[in-house]
């Protein structure tokens, strides 16, 4: 499972750090940070959570990728 991660779409809700904090973390300023590589894989375990962060993100920042979109 991968994700898309739109960085300039992101207004800092934090949403998506409450539902996946081993996978998304806000700095200090309210930025975005995504504490695994992303354009690997979802760390194995963590594939719930990064669903959760997807469906709770306020302004659709994040998305599922299909296979055909992951390459």
Do not use: N, T
């Amino acid at each position: 499972m991968k994700l898309s991660v739109e960085f300039g779409r992101c207004e800092g809700h934090g949403l998506c750090e409450e539902a996946a904090p081993e996978l998304f973390r806000l700095d200090d300023e309210g930025d975005l940070l995504v504490l695994y590589d992303p354009s690997a894989e979802i760390p194995s375990g963590q594939e719930p959570a990064a669903e959760r962060a997807v469906r709770v993100c306020p302004v659709g920042a994040l998305w599922r990728l299909d296979h055909s979109q992951a390459g």
